[in-house]
Every structure is written in C-alpha cells, then in structure tokens.
C-alpha cells in the first residue's frame, strides 16, 4: 500500500520535503529581504506547487486507480490546508528562530485555494483528451 503511493505521488512527496525543509531551516539574509511581501509571495508559490502537483498526479493515475474526485479534495485540498496550519503551528512554538504569522497561513491557504480552482477547470479537460 505505501509502496503504491509513494509510485503514485512521487513528485507530491518530494515536494512536501522541500517545503518542509523550507519552513524549518533558518534562511540566510538576501537583498530579498527588503521587498515587502516577498514572503507571502513565496509561501503562495509554494503551496500551489505541492497542491497544484498532488492534483495533477491524482489526475494522472486516476484512470488506473479509479478513485473518486472526492479524494483529490481531502488530499490535495484539505490536507495542504492543515498541513500549512500545523507548520505555522510548530514554526511558532517549537523553533527560536521562525515564528507562525496567521498572514503566513493566509497565504499558504491562497496557493491550495488557486490549485484547486485551476486543477478544477482545467485538469479535467487536460486529461479527458487523452
């Protein structure tokens, strides 16, 4: 069973790494720094990507697997969803030096919300040609 989805969500489950490994690791000062919302910026980015590719490889094994859409929302929405809330969660109590913004969670929310609206209108078209 966890051989099968780790085949399935390769990309998804290398991606979730890196935005944890993101999240938790003390970034180094960059000229960056000064452009305000810079941040927001990045955090939408990087939930898009990790929904944007859970979605696109439901789509892609959908045909072999055969699973309902209702488990693209649980897992490509609403678990992004709380894992961004839970990281802001553990940067906030358990790290010195990260701390959880609820703008932070605002915008990692923001990132899910805009891969399921294109993975809504777009990846059933995408994948019902082929």
Same mark, same amino acid.
């Given at each position: ?9 390769? =990309? ?11 999240? *938790? *690791?003390?970034?180094?000062? $960059?000229? /960056? ?7 927001? /910026?990045?955090? $939408? %980015? ?5 929904? %944007?590719?859970?979605?696109?490889? !439901?789509?892609? @094994? ?12 649980? @897992?490509?929405? /609403?678990?992004? &969803? ?7 969660? =553990?940067?906030?109590?358990? $790290? ?6 609820? &703008?932070?969670? %605002?915008?990692?929310? /923001? %990132? ?8 809504? !209108?777009? &990846?059933?078209?995408? *994948?019902?040609?082929?």
């Amino acid at each position: 069973m966890m051989k099968a989805f780790i085949l399935r969500y390769p =990309l998804s489950i290398t991606i979730i790494l890196v935005v944890t490994f993101l999240s *938790f *690791f003390k970034p180094p000062s $960059t000229d /960056l720094d000064d452009v305000p919302g810079i941040d927001k /910026l990045v955090h $939408t %980015g990087m939930y898009f990507v990790m929904a %944007g590719l859970l979605w696109l490889e !439901f789509y892609r @094994g959908r045909r072999k697997t055969g699973a309902p859409i209702w488990h693209a929302w649980i @897992g490509a929405f /609403l678990c992004p &969803l709380i894992y961004g809330g839970m990281v802001e969660l =553990l940067q906030e109590y358990c $790290t010195e030096h990260r701390g959880g913004e609820w &703008l932070d969670f %605002g915008a990692n929310s /923001l %990132g899910v919300i805009l891969a399921a609206i294109v993975a809504y !209108f777009i &990846l059933p078209k995408v *994948f019902a040609n082929k």
